[in-house]
């Protein structure tokens, strides 16, 4: 632990004190291990990260190089995915379960070596097998390389990492076993603030411990929040107090005031509280959109002085299934101009339409029931014995991934949805390296649809324009923000509607997109594009790294046929 320390130090001096500095290497160091843990009076044995939960957060300056040294003492295989990092040319560090690698096995170690260059704000990193990211996520915090004075907001006196999460009541191994087997009715038994369940939980009379947040009056903190749950988009709100969110998954946004944050799961935003309320207690109350579940910690003033017979604050929450604020808000962010961002894309070269929906479906007679979901149609199996990264490095895919398919670019209009038979096939999209993509994502335009937080690995994209309602090219295409989007790694794609987003293909490699609502994912709402290499060197994707895990122990860890 030394080194570690040490690394982290360095990286945190570095900033404070310069504004500026050489690009370190922040090494750490992840024993992954199932520890009990004890809420609503029963001790459950989950699979962590050094015994915390969430796990350590890693703090990065732009430009630096990470090192994570992966024990895993675990029974399960895991991979870890640094979600939203952008792994130039380094996708075999992407931590994709079977897409760009296999799960490091138990007793195996692995280490993920990346830089994470070009991109400032918050990120995150969570295990990528089953349903293990559950209780393996943690957040990571990527400060401006120029130090503190120069994020484009007011300095903040504090960073404070805001992790929601849901407790299942099992290990989460368990958990995927009984999505496997469509027991789809459980819900967690709460959510989670920094691991905390709240004082809205109690069992035999014992209340659950609140997430404290001690305030000073006057002083500003910068909220880095992260939706680490697998089922349920959040509503965040602090009796109260409004926040300015300033970025949204480590794009700065033009600061945008509101008194309610709406965060998916995989999705990310920074936001900027000012303690300018009278002095006394207030909740920060977290609300699933979709189930009953919620969570709330207490944001204290000036702590030293607090008496705590005072009446805590509660804010007015929005009502179960209310989809407008959601909508408002995704709506309401816009990319800030900074030196880090990128110009919109002004041609596309190839307009893909993907029409994702999620049913419950009977075989055999009733006799097996599952939740099926498709992406245009077909649901997605991962390979069962090659990531296919290393087939495609090998060039090797067709005859290595029996189970292989094109994804089809579009589906005639009027034939989206069935609830005929769906294909499983592990379908992939090629892309010649720096096409320019768009696509267009298409809930079912229908009662009882979802939204869907739509997750692309590698690569950021903008944000064009969102609707309800079926997409219509003619009338749509007007409302494109071309100007300044905002730039995400994960969107919503709103119920009953539709979102488009435009990316460059400019990373070679292997790259998921999937929803990241777990019973979706793990039931084929998915794909992935194969983006070939450049002319040049520096757009070549190298061999992977000497310690690639082997798939021939492979013993378990993945459940998917
Ligand atoms: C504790 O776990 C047991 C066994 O899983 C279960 O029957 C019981 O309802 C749980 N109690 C609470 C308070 O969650
Ligand atoms: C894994 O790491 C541990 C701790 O650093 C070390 O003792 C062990 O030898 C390593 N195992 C392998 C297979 O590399
Ligand atoms: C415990 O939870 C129940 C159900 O949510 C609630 O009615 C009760 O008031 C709670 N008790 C305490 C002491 O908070
Ligand atoms: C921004 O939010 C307001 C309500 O808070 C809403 O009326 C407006 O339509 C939103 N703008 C967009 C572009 O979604
Ligand atoms: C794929 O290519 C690799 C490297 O050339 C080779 O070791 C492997 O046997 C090939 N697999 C198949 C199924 O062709
Ligand atoms: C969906 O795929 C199934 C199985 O391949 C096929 O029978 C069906 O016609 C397809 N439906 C549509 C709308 O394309
Ligand atoms: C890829 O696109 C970038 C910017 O659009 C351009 O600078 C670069 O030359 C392109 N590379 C190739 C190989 O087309
Ligand atoms: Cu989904």
């Not at 038994?189 to 009379?205: E, R, V």
């Amino acid at each position: 632990m030394g080194a570690i320390g040490v690394a982290l130090f360095l990286a945190v001096a570095l900033a404070a004190t310069s504004g500026g500095g050489d690009a370190v290497i922040v090494e750490h160091t992840f024993v992954v291990s199932q520890i009990k843990l004890r809420y609503l009076c029963n001790d459950t044995l989950v699979t962590l990260v050094n015994g915390q939960l969430p796990g350590p957060a890693i703090e990065v300056t732009e430009g630096d190089s990470l090192v994570v040294h992966v024990i895993n003492k675990s029974p399960s295989g895991l991979t870890i995915h640094w979600h939203g990092v952008k792994q130039q040319l380094n996708c075999w560090a992407d931590g994709a379960g079977m897409i760009t690698q296999c799960p490091i096995q138990p007793n195996k170690n692995f280490t993920y070596r990346f830089n994470v260059r070009g991109q400032e704000g918050t990120l995150w990193w969570h295990a990528h097998v089953g349903c293990l990211r559950a209780t393996i996520h943690g957040a990571l915090l990527i400060r401006p390389r120029s130090g503190p004075n120069s994020y484009p907001f007011p300095r903040p006196h504090k960073e404070i990492p805001i992790v929601i999460g849901e407790w299942l009541g099992m290990d989460p191994i368990k958990l995927e076993t009984r999505i496997q087997s469509s027991i789809l009715s459980d819900e967690p038994l709460s959510a989670t603030i920094n691991g905390k369940l709240g004082d809205a939980n109690n069992c035999s009379g014992v209340i659950e411990d609140n997430y404290i947040l001690n305030v000073e009056q006057g002083k500003t903190y910068l909220l880095r929040i992260v939706n680490a749950a697998l089922h349920s988009e959040y509503y965040v709100k602090i009796a109260g107090h409004t926040f300015t969110v300033v970025a949204a998954d480590a794009n700065y946004v033009k600061p945008y005031t509101t008194d309610i944050i709406a965060i998916a799961p995989g999705e990310t935003l920074d936001a900027l509280l000012v303690a300018d309320a009278s002095p006394g207690r207030y909740y920060i109350v977290a609300n699933s959109k979709s189930m009953r579940v919620k969570t709330r910690g207490i944001v204290y003033y000036n702590p030293s002085k607090r008496s705590d017979d005072t009446q805590v604050m509660e804010p007015d929450m929005p009502g179960k299934d209310d989809a407008a604020a959601s909508f408002y808000f995704h709506g309401n962010l816009t990319s800030l101009p900074h030196p880090l961002a990128q110009p919109v894309p002004a041609n596309v070269d190839e307009q893909l339409f993907m029409a994702i929906d999620t049913t419950h479906m009977c075989r055999e007679g009733g006799s097996v029931c599952g939740l099926v979901s498709r992406m245009n149609n077909i649901s997605f199996q991962l390979p069962p014995r090659i990531p296919l990264l290393k087939a495609h490095y090998y060039h090797n895919v067709s005859s290595s991934v029996s189970t292989l398919q094109e994804f089809p670019s579009i589906i005639p209009p009027g034939l989206v949805y069935n609830d005929g038979q769906t294909s499983k096939a592990t379908s992939v999209r090629r892309l010649r390296y720096n096409t320019t993509v768009e696509i267009v994502f298409q809930c079912p335009p229908v009662m009882y649809s979802y939204s869907n937080p739509m997750h692309l690995h590698g690569h950021d994209f903008f944000v064009l324009a969102q609707g309800h309602g079926k997409y219509d090219a003619d009338k749509d295409m007007q409302t494109y923000n071309l100007v300044d989007p905002p730039v995400r790694n994960t969107i919503l794609v709103p119920v009953v509607g539709w979102t488009v987003i435009r990316f460059i293909a400019s990373n070679p490699g292997v790259w998921f997109l999937h929803c990241h609502y777990e019973k979706h994912a793990s039931s084929g709402m998915a794909m992935a594009f194969m983006v070939e290499n450049g002319p040049t060197l520096d757009s070549t994707l190298p061999p992977p790294p000497s310690d690639y895990p082997s798939c021939d122990d492979q013993n378990n860890g993945l459940e998917f046929e």
